[in-house]
């Protein structure tokens, strides 16, 4: 069993900044890939960026630039760090662990953009 745990949501007026963490705890082997993905009502969870074992990332086109993705293996950690927030990224932001083809989320976190 694997448990995720977020924290780093919350309001924040355009143009500002937040860092999402997202611990992961239980039976955790030393490969898989980490990453967020985020839900708005009425829309289906999207991608936002991931970063697998090794390093390397991706990211969705509208947050490159603006988001970076960062992990800690020794605490079994993975961060995101968000820039130039814009209203549109406001949205439950759920962290995502992939691991010997199971997938496990966490219980997701408010981000709110907004003046």
């Known amino acids: 069993q694997v448990q995720l745990v977020e924290s780093g949501g919350g309001l924040v007026q355009p143009g500002g900044s937040l860092r999402l963490s997202c611990a992961a705890s239980?039976?955790?082997?030393?490969?898989?890939?980490m990453g967020w993905n985020r839900q708005t009502p009425g829309k289906q969870r999207e991608l936002v960026a991931f970063?697998?074992?090794?390093?390397?990332?991706d990211y969705a086109d509208s947050v490159k630039g603006r988001f970076t993705i960062s992990r800690d293996n020794a605490k079994n950690t993975v961060y995101l760090q968000m820039n130039n927030l814009k209203p549109e990224d406001t949205a439950v932001y759920y962290c995502?662990?992939?691991?010997?083809?199971?997938?496990?989320w966490g219980q997701g976190t408010q981000v709110t953009v907004s003046s």
């Open positions: 995502r662990l992939t691991m010997r083809g199971s997938v496990y």
């Open positions: 239980g039976s955790i082997f030393s490969i898989y890939a």
């Open positions: 970063i697998t074992s090794g390093g390397s990332t």
